[in-house]
């Protein structure tokens, strides 16, 4: 039996702050500015967030993977929380291949990699094997952890592929998570996320789950149940209910975890969350 069929006893909560796709000028309250994710990350930490998985923003607000602004944002995180800081190798649907698999020069705790191309609302949203297979390979020497994202059925064959072509990930555990509701990808149903749960390959150790918009709540439900974790965030919902707009990212997380509990599937701790994910310790230390 996999052991993913196994409950956790507790929920890794993640927390995705920005995304690539909402418009500062349209929500204020996106976390775009480094002052502002920093302060993201402290409020989502202390309401029981224990990864970060970061999109970067330029001084205009715009998606970026210049390196320094991803170095700049890694560095502080780590300075000002002991949260797992994953950076997103997906950048925006606009991003070529190249400057995404430059991601990694930031030296992240974890990274996305997303296990096949799929159309995302009215783009492609583009991630051919070779490209996959090369970031894989990187994330391995690199000693980076990563995040398989899989957005509809396919990808978990594309993840099956990896594993034999490659063998495991840095650290040995193999840690995916479901988006759902994307349109373009697998819907954000109990029976979608509950199918691809029932294909993970016996490698897979954890999983989370995704829900888009209004998928969200739904989602979260199931894969609590399920014995999944948790990502929640503005990048991927910014409604709390029905006619009231987040206003900060810790209200998702403050949510998921008080489900989470009431579930007697506590949140993870930070510690725990790097044991669950097989994490290379990246903190610096006082000198003795």
């Not at 507790?10 to 418009?23: C, D, F, R, W």
């Not at 974890?110 to 070779?130: E, I, K, Q, R, Y």
């Not at 949510?255 to 509990?261: D, M, S, Y």
Request: charged share 20%; proline share 6%.
């Amino acid at each position: 039996m996999s052991p993913v069929a196994t409950a956790s006893a507790g929920t890794l909560i993640t927390v995705a702050p920005t995304g690539a796709e909402h418009a500062k000028a349209d929500l204020p309250q996106l976390p775009t500015t480094l002052e502002e994710v920093v302060e993201t990350a402290v409020r989502c930490e202390a309401a029981g967030a224990s990864l970060i998985h970061l999109h970067v923003r330029d001084a205009a607000h715009a998606p970026t993977l210049d390196g320094a602004y991803l170095r700049a944002a890694v560095d502080a995180v780590r300075e000002a929380t002991d949260l797992v800081v994953q950076l997103s190798t997906g950048g925006s649907v606009h991003d070529p291949l190249e400057a995404r698999l430059t991601v990694l020069d930031a030296e992240p705790d974890s990274c996305s990699l997303t296990c096949g191309t799929t159309n995302f609302g009215d783009d492609v949203f583009l991630n051919p094997w070779g490209f996959m297979s090369e970031l894989y390979v990187q994330a391995q020497e690199r000693e980076v952890v990563p995040e398989f994202e899989l957005f509809d059925l396919g990808h978990v064959h594309a993840l099956r592929r990896l594993l034999d072509t490659h063998g495991l990930p840095f650290g040995g555990r193999v840690h995916v998570d479901f988006v759902t509701g994307v349109p373009g990808g697998m819907p954000a149903t109990t029976a979608a996320l509950m199918a691809g749960v029932a294909m993970l390959p016996d490698e897979v150790t954890s999983w989370s789950a995704t829900g888009i918009g209004r998928g969200h709540l739904p989602i979260m439900a199931a894969a609590l149940s399920a014995g999944g974790h948790l990502r929640v965030g503005m990048e991927d919902n910014v409604v709390f209910r029905r006619g009231q707009v987040v206003s900060h990212n810790d209200e998702l997380v403050s949510r998921a975890a008080e489900l989470a509990v009431v579930m007697q599937r506590p949140p993870l701790s930070t510690a725990q969350a790097r044991e669950l994910l097989g994490i290379k310790d990246r903190r610096s230390r006082p000198a003795a």
